[in-house]
C-alpha cells in the first residue's frame, strides 16, 4: 500500500499563496488518482480538488476554481496544490488522499489512503 505525507502548510495573509506537496511512498503515484481535503474542527473533511492518474483531468471544489491549481510529477512521486489568493474560509487542515479508481471522486469514502495533514491558516 502507499504512504502519504504532506507539507508545506503554514500561516499567511489573504491574498497570498502557499504550496503544498504530497510525497508517495511504498507504491509508485501513477497507480493512484489523487485527491486534496480539507477539515475544519467540528466540521467533516471536505473535498478540495482531485487529478486523475495521468494528470490529463482535474476537478475543483466551487469555491477554489481559479485561485487553486492541482498538479503531479509521478516521476517524483509528489502530488501538488498551489493555492493563490487565499481568504479567511481556506483556512483548515489539508489532506492528500489516494485512489486507485480511474475517475475523479470527490467523496471521503472513495479514497483508500490518507496522509497525516498539514495544516492551513489564512489571516484577515
Known amino acids: 500500500q502507499v504512504q502519504l505525507v504532506e507539507s508545506g502548510g503554514g500561516l499567511v495573509q489573504a491574498g497570498g499563496s502557499l504550496s503544498l506537496s504530497c510525497v508517495a511512498s511504498g507504491r509508485a503515484l501513477f497507480d493512484y488518482t489523487m485527491g486534496w481535503f480539507r477539515q475544519t474542527p467540528g466540521k467533516e473533511r471536505e473535498f478540495v480538488s482531485c487529478i486523475i492518474q495521468s494528470g490529463a483531468k482535474s476537478m475543483y471544489r466551487d469555491s477554489v476554481k481559479g485561485r487553486f491549481t492541482v498538479s503531479r510529477d509521478n516521476a517524483k512521486n509528489t502530488l501538488y496544490l498551489q493555492m493563490n489568493s487565499l481568504k479567511p474560509e481556506d483556512t483548515a487542515v489539508y489532506y492528500c488522499?489516494?485512489?486507485?479508481?480511474?475517475?475523479?471522486?470527490?467523496?471521503?469514502?472513495?479514497?483508500?489512503?490518507w496522509g497525516q495533514g498539514t495544516q492551513v491558516t489564512v489571516s484577515s
Open positions: 488522499a489516494a485512489t486507485p479508481r480511474t475517475y475523479l471522486p470527490i467523496n471521503v469514502d472513495e479514497f483508500d489512503y
